[in-house]
């Protein structure tokens, strides 16, 4: 099956009770018996197992081309419950700039069961090696990364993490399995914000993971199945849906991305621009080899808070909001939104300045979304 075929008939389609075409939502908490132990159809209770939920968890399983898919109440659920593997003294070498929840609960909430960090770039695949310790279990990384797009060679840490047995988990919520299989370049699991591009309508909260091998995956879902930060059957439905459109979604979204990004960078007013698809970006040539496409978020300096501050103002399509990856434009600020935790100085030697703008390139027509970035910066 190729894979737009596979957004479509992938993991369990419809209903075989019914013949429904779309999987119900099976709002249900538990499941009679027919004698102690003996299940109707496998299910037993809707925290172990719910169809709606596990038509969702095959699919995520089948577009990532895993064995086993698991649906979470949250990007951070799925997280969490990955790092819920590891033991008291285990260390876990994660990238610098990831997403500041998964930095937060490493560091505030991990920390405190005993769980080690190191912050390394994971863009220089020998600082990935040089953090190896006798007891690091796992790698953890995005790419490419927020706000700046740095790409990380996943093949190269996934044959480094072979090599010493460690775990790679690689956070794949920018490119979706649309552009970039990380389990297919030797990565262990899968991990999703299913709230961003997944979705794709701002409208659900949800996390999905893939496993390459069934081990991990019988104790992924133990720990799952233990914590119980499930994604309930009416969210499970939402995502399914959403993802059935997700090809033509991000289609749109990286063709205008490209054209946007191209246009920002011959304006001499924009300083620097970072998107993943222009020869100029550091991680351009490993971005294609390593993915189909370069996705919807761009980033770009305007050179000062004030000015930033102003185009904020004066864009009409571009709704200035946290998180990414929907059918609406949005723009954000990092130093004053997702990044405002970072002290400052460590913020200028990640390169996030107070001038830098990111947008979520939208699927609005893109003459209109031009046009409108283009008034904005030319504001006085
Ligand atoms: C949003 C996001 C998360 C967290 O996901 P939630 O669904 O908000 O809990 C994790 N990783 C990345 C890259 C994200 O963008």
């Not at 863009?123 to 990364?145: G, Y």
Request: proline share 3%; hydrophobic share 40%; no cysteine.
């Amino acid at each position: 099956m190729k894979l737009d075929t596979k957004m479509i008939h992938g993991g369990i389609v419809g209903d075989k009770y019914t013949g429904a075409v779309s999987v119900p939502i099976y709002q249900v908490s538990t499941y009679k018996q027919d004698g102690v132990g003996e299940l109707v159809a496998g299910y037993e209770y809707s925290r172990s197992g719910n169809p709606t939920r596990a038509a969702l968890e095959a699919l995520i399983a089948d577009l990532e081309n895993g064995v086993r898919g698991f649906a979470f109440a949250s990007g951070m659920a799925a997280i969490s419950t990955i790092v819920s593997l590891f033991n008291k003294g285990d260390h876990i070498i994660i990238g610098d700039d990831v997403y500041g929840g998964t930095y937060r609960v490493l560091h505030h909430v991990f920390s405190r069961f005993g769980i080690e960090m190191s912050l390394v770039d994971t863009s220089d695949v020998n600082e990935v090696k040089k953090a190896i310790q006798e007891n690091t279990r796992a790698i953890f990384l995005e790419t490419p990364t927020n706000p700046l797009l740095k790409v990380s060679d996943i093949s190269a840490i996934a044959d480094m993490s072979k090599e010493s047995d460690l775990l790679l988990i690689v956070d794949n919520t920018f490119m979706t399995p649309y552009w970039q299989n990380p389990l297919d370049l030797g990565a262990d699991m899968v991990v999703h914000s299913a709230t961003k591009y997944l979705g794709g309508h701002s409208d659900v909260v949800a996390g999905l993971v893939a496993v390459k091998d069934e081990e991990w995956g019988e104790k992924l879902f133990f720990v799952q199945n233990s914590i119980g930060g499930v994604l309930g059957p009416q969210d499970s439905w939402l995502l399914m849906r959403g993802i059935k459109t997700l090809g033509l979604r991000m289609k749109q979204h990286e063709q205008s991305a490209r054209r946007l990004a191209e246009w920002l960078e011959t304006r001499t007013d924009v300083e620097r621009v970072f998107y993943p698809g222009l020869k100029s970006h550091a991680g351009h040539e490993l971005a294609s080899t390593q993915a189909r496409g370069y996705g919807g978020m761009i980033s770009f300096d305007v050179g000062s808070a004030e000015r930033a501050d102003r185009i904020l103002k004066k864009v009409q399509y571009f709704t200035l909001a946290e998180s990414l990856g929907a059918v609406e434009s949005l723009i954000s600020i990092p130093s004053r939104m997702t990044h405002a935790s970072i002290p400052p100085h460590r913020r200028l030697e990640l390169g996030i300045t107070d001038g830098l703008v990111r947008i979520s390139v939208g699927i609005e027509d893109i003459d209109d979304l031009q046009a409108d970035l283009q008034q904005a910066l030319d504001a006085k």
